[in-house]
């Protein structure tokens, strides 16, 4: 098995809402990460875990909210957001941790967001 | 910090032609250098990565790039290319040797019959 899930594909919402995304390994891998990619633009990091820890968090702005309940799960959890967070949500896991060398990560498919 | 910067973010090409697609890096220290490609409306895929063990690189469907230093380049080439290859292909470097990726922007590949 070497998929990285995500659910949704994709997700409408409001402004006040609140919602989740989520994402799956079953690799054993040891890091994760949460990218945003908007249209025509590359991935950018926003978190990433090692070894189930916050490593990483990109100054990303408190209405997103990272969570890693366990090795195989990770979940951004959504909050008041704006119009202009709508994009694509890409998870990614690696066989290493953060400090770790490989460099070949494993993307989902994406979640695609839209804030109304 | 460590960069990479794609030339051309539009490349065409006809079926059956070489496909050359540019990459330079930046950085201070020996580079970990990756090729990815993302097909409409999915994720990314690893094509093949540089960790300094050979400087010509062999990826997943026939693609392979080669690492030169005196130039901090590190294109991807194919020499016949299919329809299937349209996709967008970033180059991708891995800052301090941590497994955490620097994009380029980005090339979108196009192939015409």
């Known amino acids: 098995d070497t998929e990285v899930t995500q659910t949704p594909k994709h997700l409408v919402m409001g402004m006040t809402n609140k919602k989740s995304l989520k994402c799956e390994q079953h690799m054993g891998h040891r890091a994760m990460y949460w990218y945003k990619q908007k249209a025509k633009k590359p991935p950018e990091l926003m978190f990433v875990y090692s070894y189930e820890k916050l490593s990483i968090n990109e100054s990303v702005p408190s209405r997103f909210s990272p969570e890693c309940p366990n090795s195989s799960l990770l979940n951004l959890h959504l909050h008041a957001l704006q119009p202009e967070d709508s994009a694509l949500y890409l998870c990614a896991s690696s066989q290493d941790g953060l400090a770790g060398v490989t460099g070949e990560l494993f993307f989902g498919e994406g979640s695609r967001l839209t804030v109304l | 910090a460590q960069s990479v910067t794609q030339l051309g973010s539009h490349v065409s090409v006809s079926e059956g032609a070489l496909v050359l697609l540019r990459c330079n890096y930046s950085s201070s220290v020996p580079p970990y250098l990756f090729w990815y490609v993302q097909y409409p409306n999915q994720g990314l895929q690893l094509l093949l990565k540089?960790?300094?063990?050979?400087?010509l690189v062999k990826g997943i469907n026939g693609f392979e790039a080669e690492f030169k230093k005196s130039e901090t380049s590190f294109h991807l080439t194919k020499p016949s290319a299919h329809m299937s290859d349209a996709a967008e292909y970033f180059c991708?470097?891995?800052?301090?040797?941590?497994?955490?990726?620097?994009f380029g922007a980005g090339t979108r590949l196009a192939v015409h019959p």
């Open positions: 540089y960790t300094s063990a050979a400087t």
């Open positions: 991708a470097v891995s800052e301090g040797g941590y497994n955490k990726l620097i």
